[in-house]
């Protein structure tokens, strides 16, 4: 089993940063991509950004283009820097694993909480 924590949530002024981490441990296996959702109330999971382990390729959100930056570090750290938030950046964001053998992880999520 793989397991993710995710940390550096919090709450935040607009135009605030924050910096998240998740870090994936257990049973041996190589991570092929890890990727950030988000989920806020009422609303379905979304992407934000994902990064491919083998060439550090990334990926964004329209919404999140030019403020977040998804980069890893070791063997299955992502880090998550997060600028100029926006109150509508509140919600709780949780990090994906997809290990070269195609299977899934989720962690338990952070909350990121935005005031105007």
């Known amino acids: 089993q793989v397991q993710l924590v995710e940390s550096g949530g919090g709450l935040v002024q607009a135009g605030g940063s924050l910096r998240l981490s998740c870090a994936a441990s257990?049973?041996?296996?190589?991570?092929?991509?890890m990727d950030w959702f988000r989920q806020a109330p009422g609303k379905e999971r979304e992407f934000v950004a994902a990064i491919t382990w083998s060439d550090g390729s990334t990926n964004y959100a329209d919404s999140v283009k030019g403020r977040f930056t998804i980069s890893r570090a070791g063997v299955n750290t992502v880090y998550l820097q997060m600028n100029s938030l926006k109150p509508d950046d509140t919600a709780v964001y949780y990090c994906?694993?997809?290990?070269?053998?195609?299977?899934?992880?989720w962690g338990q999520g952070t909350q990121v909480t935005v005031s105007s």
């Open positions: 994906k694993v997809i290990t070269s053998a195609g299977n899934g992880y």
């Open positions: 257990g049973r041996t296996f190589s991570s092929r991509a």
